[in-house]
């Protein structure tokens, strides 16, 4: 028997709740993972309170990260002993996920967990961390230097973005962080960020084309933020859209593409290559700063999730929840 968060819904009832399962209830896979941490994402927030259709199927349990120890194996390439992670793959959308004591998972989902890092440290990074790495990874292979100029971060409170500062200022970059959140000045600023600036600058329509402001930019919010984030990026400057806060559209014009060269870099954190995942991980075990990553963080309990789902979706949460699903 094991804890889990179960999501059910019956015609238009709708529940979350804590539950003790039996084993022989977990999906079809061949690795049972022992789970250690998990986390509490923006997507698991939706799905916990039911407040977009991103669960595919019920009972769900959710949770798109998960940390944990083999407990048994029939894929080659991990045995009973082997510490894993896991992000994305439709993991707690169409698949039973990790706000549990026990998952069972296709094995091809997961990737070693990297030596130099603990269960907590690594869902304390989780998706968000692990999407601002592919973010910054793909402006780089997009040619991005530091001395190209500053590089802007949308949703910096959050966890991508406060991730998103950390990994650039380490790396040189100089960085604009844009928050709706003055408070949270001082915490940016602790993490990398050089100067910031109010979201309502970018949050509402805007012009085609507006005075080059940065080099790159890593956008976690999407529409008309996302809009005059590229409208004010530099020639043959880059951006990195990884998310949708503020809305799916995007209320812009092909003018910052065609007449300035400016890149619009999708990133998929979901369905990522093997060889890629392995790759950012290596990058974020070695090259996260170790006072960010508990700046960034705040711990919860496995029945703190669902209280926890609803502050994340007000507004009311900085940083990342690890959950540790066996407290």
Same mark, same amino acid.
């Given at each position: 028997?094991?804890?889990?968060?179960?999501? &059910? +819904?019956?015609?238009?009832?709708?529940?979350?709740?804590?539950?003790?399962l039996d084993e022989a209830q977990l999906p079809a896979g061949d690795v049972t993972v022992r789970v250690a941490y998990s986390t509490l994402n923006f997507k698991d927030a939706l799905a916990i309170t039911g407040q977009s259709p991103v669960v595919r199927q019920f009972p769900m349990v959710p949770g798109i990260d998960l940390a944990g120890t083999v407990e048994a194996?029939?894929?080659?390439?991990?045995?009973?002993?082997?510490?894993?992670?896991?992000?994305? $793959?439709?993991?707690? &959308?169409?698949?039973?996920?990790? *706000?549990?004591?026990?998952? #069972?998972?296709?094995?091809?989902?997961?990737?070693?967990?990297?030596?130099?890092?603990?269960? #907590?440290?690594?869902?304390?990074? /989780?998706?968000?961390?692990?999407?601002?790495?592919?973010?910054?990874?793909?402006?780089?292979?997009?040619?991005? +230097?530091?001395?190209?100029?500053?590089? *802007?971060?949308?949703?910096?409170?959050?966890?991508?973005?406060?991730?998103?500062?950390?990994?650039?200022?380490? #790396?040189?970059? &100089?960085?604009?962080?844009?928050?709706? +959140?003055?408070? &949270?000045?001082? %915490?940016?600023?602790?993490?990398?960020?050089?100067?910031?600036?109010?979201?309502?600058?970018?949050? /509402?329509?805007?012009?085609?084309?507006?005075?080059?402001? $940065?080099?790159?930019?890593?956008?976690?919010?999407?529409?008309?933020?996302?809009?005059?984030?590229?409208?004010?990026?530099?020639?043959?400057? @880059?951006? @990195?859209?990884?998310?949708?806060?503020?809305?799916?559209?995007?209320?812009?014009?092909? !003018?910052?593409?065609?007449?300035?060269?400016?890149?619009? *870099?999708?990133?998929?954190?979901?369905?990522?290559? %093997? !060889?890629?995942?392995?790759? !950012?991980? @290596?990058?974020? @075990?070695?090259?996260?700063?170790?006072?960010?990553?508990?700046?960034?963080? #705040?711990?919860?309990? =496995? !029945?703190?999730?669902?209280?926890?789902?609803?502050?994340? =979706?007000?507004?009311?949460?900085?940083?990342?929840?690890?959950?540790?699903?066996?407290?």
């Amino acid at each position: 028997m094991f804890n889990a968060i179960l999501l &059910e +819904k019956h015609h238009n009832d709708y529940q979350a709740r804590l539950a003790t399962l039996d084993e022989a209830q977990l999906p079809a896979g061949d690795v049972t993972v022992r789970v250690a941490y998990s986390t509490l994402n923006f997507k698991d927030a939706l799905a916990i309170t039911g407040q977009s259709p991103v669960v595919r199927q019920f009972p769900m349990v959710p949770g798109i990260d998960l940390a944990g120890t083999v407990e048994a194996s029939s894929h080659p390439a991990y045995q009973p002993g082997d510490r894993v992670l896991l992000n994305g $793959w439709g993991v707690g &959308e169409s698949h039973w996920g990790g *706000l549990a004591q026990r998952a #069972r998972l296709n094995g091809d989902w997961l990737i070693p967990h990297p030596a130099s890092l603990d269960e #907590r440290q690594s869902m304390a990074i /989780g998706t968000a961390g692990y999407t601002a790495m592919l973010c910054l990874m793909a402006l780089q292979r997009h040619g991005l +230097k530091p001395e190209h100029g500053p590089v *802007l971060v949308t949703g910096a409170s959050g966890g991508v973005g406060s991730f998103a500062i950390s990994l650039l200022a380490s #790396r040189g970059f &100089e960085v604009i962080a844009a928050t709706g +959140k003055a408070d &949270e000045a001082h %915490y940016l600023k602790q993490l990398g960020a050089g100067t910031i600036i109010d979201r309502s600058e970018l949050s /509402g329509p805007g012009r085609p084309l507006a005075k080059e402001r $940065w080099a790159g930019v890593i956008d976690s919010v999407g529409s008309h933020t996302l809009a005059n984030a590229c409208a004010a990026t530099q020639a043959e400057g @880059a951006v @990195a859209a990884c998310g949708l806060a503020q809305g799916m559209d995007l209320p812009a014009s092909v !003018a910052p593409f065609i007449l300035r060269g400016v890149s619009l *870099l999708g990133i998929n954190s979901v369905t990522q290559p %093997y !060889a890629r995942r392995v790759q !950012a991980w @290596a990058q974020l @075990a070695e090259g996260l700063e170790r006072e960010h990553l508990a700046m960034i963080t #705040r711990e919860i309990s =496995l !029945a703190d999730s669902i209280d926890a789902a609803r502050q994340l =979706l007000d507004g009311k949460v900085r940083g990342r929840l690890v959950v540790n699903v066996n407290s």
